[in-house]
């Protein structure tokens, strides 16, 4: 199994066993430290993947509404969508001065160093949370100073999440233990204290008592284990360990905090940064829903790099806005849309799966990634893989490079884990080392030919 903490460990082995299954041969990826291409290979084939999901059983408790009435009527994807949204009005401090969804800074005139930078890719795949890694790194004291706005999307995330998972086990008729049913249902007393609409989100004291209950309640801990294998939006078990920091009068939203926050990104949102040396990039977040995608658009003049975002662990997820569509499809579709795209034919494409962190759990909680019940079939050469992290990061590579063009090179494939500030890191650093490798010549000789 690869080294969960290595930002290349499982994109190396994906690498050398899609080459190894090209050429026939071994190849060593970890001389091309950076990156993993030339994983290409013969015809196209389909792929087959699926959740086999374990559940967790146990007795529900009398109906609790932790968010009020407004917007939430309970089902699991109504819950997503308002989720992050909700509070947009208020959150926008913490998005910082330097972005805005303004298109005229997004037709803003092109400077020769100034490297325009697209985040794309489906919802929920971690565009905004890796933007925010670029803001650490390249902006820390701005990123710092607008942290404390944060907050109120915490709790929401928090408590909205308590509440879709007391759904889903209201669904499947999940049985949860008498105190985790009283500490529902105290905390849905005191919903009114929680939740304001258009207003702060505040916690009252007495919320901690029920909330630490659920916390050590195994029977509420299982089956937050049971619904996080089939939503990756927010790590529940993250928030729920921080209790107390968050019960503290003087509480400040730690980097971690933010970047494992859930907030849904509508419009298009720029910050502009100095990496250092000649270099400055705009960089572009733009929201993943279907419907954000129309505004895509816009914003696709003069890009030097594409930083597309494939969610890996999110292959047995559900879109949410089509309960018929897996979000890893959505992202396979939308990639081949992007890499096809006379938009981006001279861009450079950094294709990078992220929530591997997602997909190991998953598989280590026995969810099949390929299995013969789904509607789509597996390609004839990975049939009979074991489902280990690097077969599966493999086939997705394969599949999602051959729907790039044949003679497409402008496709570096990584694995990166957008909430992990250290794989974040380096792949903010691959992209700095490509840009001065291949995307600054480009410019420079197509500025010279044009001269001549
Ligand atoms: N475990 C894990 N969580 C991740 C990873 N990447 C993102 N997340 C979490 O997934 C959620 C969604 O991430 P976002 O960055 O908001 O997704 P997005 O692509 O910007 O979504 P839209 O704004 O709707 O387009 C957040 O709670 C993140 O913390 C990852 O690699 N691993
Ligand atoms: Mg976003």
């Known amino acids: 199994m690869a080294d969960p903490r290595s930002f290349r460990s499982a994109g190396v082995a994906a690498a050398a066993a899609a080459e190894k299954s090209r050429t026939g041969k071994e190849k060593d990826f970890d001389r091309d430290p ?3 291409t030339a994983l290409r290979g013969p015809s196209p084939q389909r792929t087959s993947f699926a959740g086999n999901l374990s559940t967790t059983s146990t007795l529900v408790a009398p109906d609790i509404e932790l968010l009020g009435s407004k917007g939430h009527d309970g089902r699991r994807r109504h819950w997503r969508r308002s989720l992050g949204t909700s509070l947009r009005g208020l ?8 972005e805005q969804t303004d298109m005229q800074a997004v037709a803003a005139p092109k400077d020769r160093e100034t490297i325009k930078i697209l985040l794309l890719g489906p919802s929920n795949s971690g565009k905004s949370t890796l933007y925010n890694q670029m803001r650490l790194l390249y902006t820390k004291d701005e990123f710092q100073r607008h942290k404390p706005g944060w907050r109120a999307t915490i709790l929401e995330n928090l408590l909205g999440h308590i509440q879709a998972v007391y759904q889903e086990g209201k669904t499947r008729g999940w049985l949860f233990s008498r105190v985790v049913k009283r500490s529902l249902r105290e905390l849905s007393d005191l919903k009114d ?13 007495e919320a901690l008592a029920p909330l630490r209950n659920l916390r050590d309640s195994e029977s509420w801990r299982s089956a937050m284990q049971t619904y996080s294998l089939t939503d990756t939006s927010v790590d529940a078990f993250y928030f729920m360990d921080i ?3 968050l019960f503290d009068d003087k509480y400040a939203p730690s980097s971690q905090d933010v970047l494992n926050t859930r907030l849904k990104t509508t419009g298009i949102v720029e910050t502009a940064v100095d990496v250092g040396g000649e270099l400055r990039y705009r960089v572009f977040d733009l929201g993943g829903a279907r419907a954000e995608r129309k505004k895509w658009i816009r914003a696709f003049d003069g890009v030097d790099v594409v930083v597309f975002h494939a969610p890996l662990g999110s292959f047995n997820e559900r879109v949410d806005e089509d309960a018929e569509a897996s ?8 990639f081949a849309s992007i890499a096809n795209s006379k938009w981006f034919a001279d861009t450079l494409i950094i294709l990078n799966f992220t929530k591997s962190d997602c997909l190991r759990r998953k598989l280590a909680a026995g969810v099949k990634v390929f299995t013969t019940t789904r509607q789509q079939t597996l390609p004839d050469t990975w049939a009979d893989k074991s489902q280990t992290e690097a077969n599966v990061a493999a086939v997705f590579a394969d599949k999602f490079l051959r729907a790039a063009p ?19 890191a380096r792949l903010w650093d691959l992209v700095e080392a490509k840009v001065r ?4 010549p480009f410019r420079h000789a197509q500025s010279q030919s044009r001269a001549a």
Request: glycine letters at 2%; charged letters at 25%; aromatic letters at 6%.
């Open 243 to 245: 209790l107390e920091r």
């Open 34 to 36: 950076a990156t993993l």
């Open 193 to 205: 204290r929680i939740y304001r609409w258009w207003e702060l989100v505040e916690l009252p004291a």
């Open 327 to 334: 979000q890893l499809d959505e992202a396979l579709k939308l």
């Open 91 to 98: 959150m926008l401090p913490c998005l910082g001065s330097s």
């Open 406 to 424: 044949e003679t497409a090179d402008n496709v570096v494939v990584t694995f990166a884990d957008a909430n992990d500030v250290l794989q974040a």
């Open 437 to 440: 490798e291949r995307v600054v």
